[in-house]
């Protein structure tokens, strides 16, 4: 029953700004957050937050990117600023389920950012 639906990816340039957003159904979820995926690399984590509002942010990103989520929506959004063409890759919304424990996955969302 859980579903992700991941809206915000496109191509921007390089300074600029661009929002995910990831809206979860089917459950209550503890962590939320996004990884991503540049081609020929393994899948990183970019960002996470806690259901009690504690993030994480992989060190690349700090004071660049903000996680930030709505519990009572469940949705989790990624506000990217100061982009760089590294930041290159599909972004994937990511869930924990409070009850099961498991982890879910979105589609993917492809961000490009132009030199």
């Known amino acids: 029953q859980v579903q992700l639906v991941e809206s915000g990816g496109g191509l921007v340039q390089a300074g600029g700004s661009l929002s995910l957003s990831c809206a979860a159904s089917?459950?209550?979820?503890?962590?939320m957050g996004w990884y991503r995926q540049a081609p020929g690399k393994q899948r990183e984590l970019v960002a996470r937050?806690?259901?009690?509002?504690?993030?994480h942010y992989v060190a690349a990103v700090v004071g660049r990117f903000t996680v930030s989520r709505d519990n009572v929506k469940n949705t989790v959004s990624l506000q990217m600023n100061s982009l760089k063409p590294e930041d290159t890759a599909v972004y994937y919304c990511?869930?924990?389920?409070?009850?099961?424990?498991?982890?879910?996955w979105g589609q993917g969302t492809p961000v490009t950012v132009s030199a």
């Open positions: 937050i806690t259901r009690s509002g504690f993030t």
């Open positions: 990511y869930v924990l389920g409070l009850v099961d424990g498991r982890e879910y």
């Open positions: 089917g459950s209550i979820f503890n962590g």
